[in-house]
């Protein structure tokens, strides 16, 4: 799932796209959260932290930089670069997660190949 939301090849290649990537998993998550209302209780408790602790600093930073447009000095972009690769782990292991709450195999391993 996550290398479907944010593809390896954009994730490394393009930096608006990437933050762009990162972002949309608010919108998915709220998506998830009203189709499901109390039902997903286990899956809120486990993405909630997610969002507040790891994605939005990362996208509240990466988003002030954009709009004063660091993306077009070469040191940005490689910090954006960097924080982003220290970032995905993060991301994997609640895949990871999220596929055994949902009781499926976890594909992120292989998707990122």
Not at 51 to 62: S, Y
């Amino acid at each position: 799932m996550l290398a479907r939301i944010c593809p390896p090849s954009a994730l490394m290649k393009d930096e608006k796209v990437a933050l762009e990537c990162v972002f949309s998993i608010f919108g998915i998550t709220r998506e998830v959260l009203l189709k499901h209302g109390a039902g997903g209780m286990k899956f809120a408790k486990l993405v909630i932290p997610l969002l507040n602790q790891i994605v939005r600093p990362f996208t509240a930073k990466w988003h002030r930089c954009f709009m004063d447009g660091a993306f077009q000095e070469a040191a940005k972009r490689q910090e954006f670069r960097q924080e982003l690769g220290q970032m995905m782990p993060k991301l994997r292991l609640y895949t990871r997660a999220l596929a055994e709450m949902a009781g499926v195999e976890d594909l992120t391993a292989k998707e990122m190949l």
